[in-house]
């Protein structure tokens, strides 16, 4: 039983006795509602990391490198937002910008 807390199930052996596996197997549609609900965190994170810059943007106040990394952070959501979740769990994430 300590096992489970080691990221381990338990499961019925071959012989029908409870047995120790590795870890359980998720389904096609599991595994595509985790990459939705990774999507949609990593959307929400970038989106909160790129607000004050927007807000610097349309006040004029916002500096060469800032606008740089507003850009590297826009084209990173264009990024996010073509990843197709229905290849879970083969899914390459696209790499956030470098925080500056």
Known sequence: MSAQGEGKYI?????GYPS???SKPISQ???IQA???KQAALL???MSAI???QTELQLGTITDD???QLVAWLAYIKLLKAVDTSTAPDITWPT?????
């Not at 499961?11 to 012989?15: Q, R």
């Not at 956030?96 to 500056?100: D, E, L």
């Open 44 to 46: 929400s994170s970038a």
């Open 11 to 15: 499961s019925p052996g071959e012989d």
């Open 29 to 31: 549609e599991e595994a």
């Open 35 to 37: 990459a939705s609900r």
């Open 66 to 68: 800032e606008k740089a």
């Open 96 to 100: 956030a910008p470098a925080a500056a």
């Open 20 to 22: 120790i596996a590795d």
């Open 51 to 53: 607000s004050l810059w």
